[in-house]
């Protein structure tokens, strides 16, 4: 009887890790096949693997590809590969993807602009003064990657070189902007002349030059350019009037402030949605009346009412809140302001809200189409709060979709709620849809 026991026992360590092992043995067959792959493929199921592995953000084997990178003659194969660790923030390859930029004239211009933009977070003072070589390319392509690299770079040393250029008269019109971009960048206040007159040319035919020379003074942030910002803020150009309050956030909010609330009244929506975004960013308590208007009344619904709305939400406050619930439960409001406003209220005001949410789940729950409800369960499924269990517990019994049912099951997956164990058990059964018994056998695995 002992020896049954014992034989038992061990018949039920190989059913129950059995599959421990198949799975393990699977993961280690998938790594076989892609390291042949890599080892022995065409180039084309190479850069193929390459692109599912950016899906999985999988990086294991970038060695490898460092190995495959040192023996390759295939500008394509190459390429992938950088961008594979541009994406994992690699630097291995940077020494050797230097000296092939520098010594390899058969390179293609694609290569050597995806070459540069690697190389370019990584750059050491030999990498920037080659970069600096770069400037005066005949492709005006591979020129724009070197002189936004040097932009990058945080070398006072090359902002001499690109004063000169860009002072040259025979400069490509499509170098200026980049330039003039990548001085702001360095805070070159010794281009602040320079750049000061490119931003205030209103007779220029190059309007991509004035607005990034407008972003630069803002970058730069000297105090004598407020003025200037200011003043530009009456232009025509409403593009130029955007850039303007882009580049004003870098100055003090007591200086910028009733500019930044001006820009809610601009007849250009775009600079309606950037001056609520900054106004938002800031945290300009002052702002919420004119924002909550704003919200009510902007004809441009799609952009800024759910502009206004959204900064209401960073600044906060109980006036904010007040009347983002309101909008919430008022059923004539549109849908997506009021989709907006449950996930506001989830993520930064849940504790006042909880009852306000009850009540409308309760109004809406009987309906027969209610895109609300289905919403604000759903925000629901991703907030991590233990105060929402009444709630999973309620969307458990709900019948007319099953949607209801999978945002409980992952919201109480989230909260890691183990005394509703029982409540997830009971849709493990056979009779409810494979999707949701599915979910339930997760959910219980990991609770």
Known sequence: MYKTYILLFIFLLIIVFSPLADNKADIQSLKEDRLETIQYGIVSQVTDLIKQLEIEKNFDFNEEFMELLKVSINNRLDQSIINLYKLSDDDRAVEFIFHKLRDDFNLSDENRISYIEYISKYQNPEITEFLKTLIDEKSNSVSIAAIVALGKSNSKIVIPDLIEYLQDPLIDDLRKPVIVE?????????????ITDFATDIYSNNKSLRWKAVVALGNIGSLESLSVLKSLFSDTDPYLRNYTLTAIKNFPLKDIKP?????????????RVNAAESLGELKVKDAVPILIYKSKNDPD?????????????????????????????????VINLRTISISIL????????????????????????????????????????????????????????????????RGIRLNSMSSLKDDVELLTGEDNPDSIRKLAIDVLKDI
């Open 346 to 409: 989830a993520e930064k005001d849940l504790s006042n809200s909880l009852k306000t949410i009850k009540e409308l789940i309760t109004v809406e729950w009987d309906k027969a189409n209610t895109n609300i409800l289905d919403y604000t369960c759903k925000t629901l499924s991703t907030t991590k709060d233990s105060s929402l269990k009444e709630l999973y517990k309620k969307m458990l019994g709900y019948d007319k979709t099953i949607n209801l049912k999978l945002y409980a099951l």
């Open 301 to 333: 619904v799609k952009n800024v009412r759910a502009a206004t709305l959204s900064a209401l939400g960073e600044i906060g406050g109980k006036e904010a809140f007040d009347f983002i619930r309101e909008l919430y439960t008022d059923d004539r409001t």
């Open 259 to 271: 500019i930044l609330i001006q820009g809610l009244k601009d007849s250009s929506w775009r600079v």
């Open 182 to 194: 990548a001085l702001g960048n360095l805070k070159a206040e010794d281009a602040l002349e320079t």
